[in-house]
């Protein structure tokens, strides 16, 4: 599966923000799919999670509250709505899917996005 995100940007600090992240190539729907984040000089942290029916979501500590993934099979798209952006949420955002393993794993995930630049201004 190919996937491609995009939606990021530059916002002042307690904007929002909708990432999309776009897949072709095999059933989008039988895949569980993350959200990561990685800033400069930083490992890649886990942002968020959602199972291949859409239900149970799962969030990194920093962002519970303030992001939400969802996700339409329908139209092979991931979404992560991030609310209420701090000065350190900048980063690179990157969109994966994995056929199984643990959600915050990044080496459980078997295919990535090429990321897309979130900038939070103070």
């Known amino acids: 599966v190919q996937l491609q995100a995009f939606g990021g940007g530059l916002v002042q600090a307690g904007g929002c923000l909708r990432l999309?992240?776009?897949?072709?190539?095999?059933?989008?729907?039988?895949?569980?799919m993350g959200w990561f984040r990685q800033a400069p000089g930083k490992e890649r942290e886990f942002v968020a999670a959602?199972?291949?029916?859409?239900?149970?979501?799962y969030y990194g500590d920093p962002m519970r509250g303030r992001f939400t993934i969802s996700r339409d099979n329908a139209k092979n798209t991931v979404y992560l709505h991030m609310n209420n952006l701090k000065p350190e949420d900048t980063a690179v955002y990157y969109c994966?899917?994995?056929?199984?393993?643990?959600?915050?794993?990044?080496?459980?995930?078997?295919?990535w996005g090429q990321g897309t630049q979130v900038t939070v201004s103070s």
């Open positions: 994966a899917a994995r056929d199984s393993g643990s959600y915050s794993d990044t080496a459980a995930y078997d295919y």
């Open positions: 999309s992240c776009a897949a072709s190539g095999r059933t989008f729907s039988s895949y569980a």
């Open positions: 959602i199972s291949q029916s859409g239900g149970t979501p």
